[in-house]
């Protein structure tokens, strides 16, 4: 099987994977909870439950990341943890009570926690390397997101709910198969030689950095604006009168308009720097969710929908280059982990928990909240623009942790990359 992935290019196997991953999500986002719901479950079982996969997330991500990469195994722990979530996926068949659903839920959402940032890493680091363009990739991942909504929501149609599971079990299996195809990270010279135990220093460094903390703050708000949107987009529009069709067809114009912007990515990242996309997603953010709230007709909404480039695939082009770019090669995957547990499993879910109340008490007039916080990640953007030049956040030597660490302390030093190129 490796053989056979080994001929074809790289891009094609990171593609292949990142698509078939998302047949997964394309499904599991829309219809877990009505599963759960088949199996008896009310709804703060499955609140609890999706808070609980969320949380977890937390901790799962950049401590299994971490070893990963400290251990350079990062391909390796992709197969093993995508195999786990294929196993627990069909452990489903025989998950009758909460206590089962709950514990394999916690292993797929462990196991995921994890591969995302090792593939994420590995499909930056080879771009670079190989001069392929890393939205190229991407977007096949949210092409297959938006057929599996189809398939998997025409199936259930079809045939109940009960159709969800056999759906999840299949592409779980297609996604450990092209997890074969993923290729080994090279390893990274300027790694510390003298164990995990450095590595560990250097990515608690990376951490405390205040320019790498303003990143990650600004980088969660972008992405946690959605949160609204993502949990009562839909509830809202019903409730102005729009149909279930009319829905659909306003959900799938924003992955379009990702797609098309994830296409041109190569071009625009070389005409803006990845703190001015975040920027940019803010100000998206700003605008989208402020137009929102006011409960615009739908010619409005058509176009409207289209920021979803700007409020989703900006933030999350700059951050990938930000990372690409900042962060030392040893260090991407445990960075994109750090990145990911505060975007996801804090940010996000608290967004997400406020949301259902806003949405209950305020109806549409909630998008204010989510407006509010594309202009906290515009405002810390553009002091992140201001507090980093291009250069790269490399951990110096000294095992030393300053408990105050500054741009411009010791522990750290800025170090020029001629590899990367300047932010503009």
């Known amino acids: 099987m490796d053989r056979t992935f080994g001929r074809l290019p ?32 009310d709804a703060t079982d499955i609140g ?26 990062q391909r390796q722990t992709i197969i093993l943890l995508t195999g786990g979530a294929a196993a627990s996926y069909a452990a489903y068949f025989w998950a009758d009570t909460f206590f089962w ?32 363009q890393y939205g190229r990739v991407r977007l096949w991942g949210t092409a297959a997101f938006v057929v599996s909504n189809v398939a998997s ?16 079990t299949i592409a779980g299996l297609i996604a450990l198969i092209f997890s074969l195809g993923v290729p080994q990270e090279q390893p990274d010279h300027q790694a510390p030689t003298n164990g995990t135990k450095d590595q560990l220093r250097s990515a608690i460094r990376l951490c405390i950095h205040p320019v790498f903390a303003l ?27 729009f149909s279930a069709a009319t829905a659909g067809v306003l959900w799938a114009i924003g ?27 803010g100000a998206s953010g700003v605008i989208k969710w402020g137009v929102m709230a006011l409960a615009p007709p739908l010619w409005i909404l058509f176009p409207l929908q289209i920021l979803h480039a700007g409020t989703f695939a900006a ?51 909630g998008y204010l909240a989510m407006s509010a916080m594309g202009g906290g990640a515009l405002i810390l953007s553009l002091v992140l623009a ?3 030049q291009g250069q790269t956040l490399a951990p110096a030597q000294d095992t030393t942790i300053e408990p105050a660490a500054l741009p411009w302390s010791p522990q750290f030093v800025d170090r020029p990359d001629n590899t990367r190129p300047p932010q503009p």
């Open 315 to 365: 933030a999350h082009l700059g951050a990938m280059q930000f990372i690409l770019r900042a962060v030392p090669g040893h260090l991407a995957a445990t960075a994109q982990a750090v990145y990911a547990a505060i975007t996801y499993g804090v940010v996000m879910a608290a967004a997400q928990f406020a949301s259902g109340l806003l949405f209950h008490d305020y109806g549409s007039l």
């Open 153 to 168: 929501g025409w199936l259930v149609q079809a045939y109940g709910i009960a159709a969800f599971l056999p759906y999840l």
């Open 10 to 41: 790289t891009p094609y196997r990171l593609a292949a994977f990142t698509a078939a991953a998302n047949l997964i999500g394309g499904a599991h986002m829309p219809f877990f909870p009505s599963w759960m719901a088949s199996k008896g479950l």
């Open 255 to 281: 992955p379009i308009a990702e797609i098309v912007l994830f296409y041109y990515g190569a071009k625009v990242m070389r005409l803006v720097a990845p703190t001015h996309l975040l920027a940019l997603a």
């Open 386 to 388: 201001r507090a980093w």
């Open 48 to 73: 609890l439950i999706i808070a609980i996969m969320g949380m977890i997330r937390v901790v799962t991500g950049p401590v299994m990341s971490f070893a990963a990469e400290a251990a350079q195994r």
């Open 101 to 132: 659903i709950l514990a394999w839920s916690l292993t797929t959402s462990a196991a995921w926690s994890a591969v995302s940032p090792l593939f994420e890493s590995i499909t930056l680091r080879a771009g670079q390397r190989e001069g392929f």
């Open 215 to 241: 990143f990650v703050l600004a980088g969660a708000l972008a992405q946690a604006q959605h949160g609204f949107y993502y949990g009562f987009a839909t509830l809202d529009w019903k409730a102005q009168g």
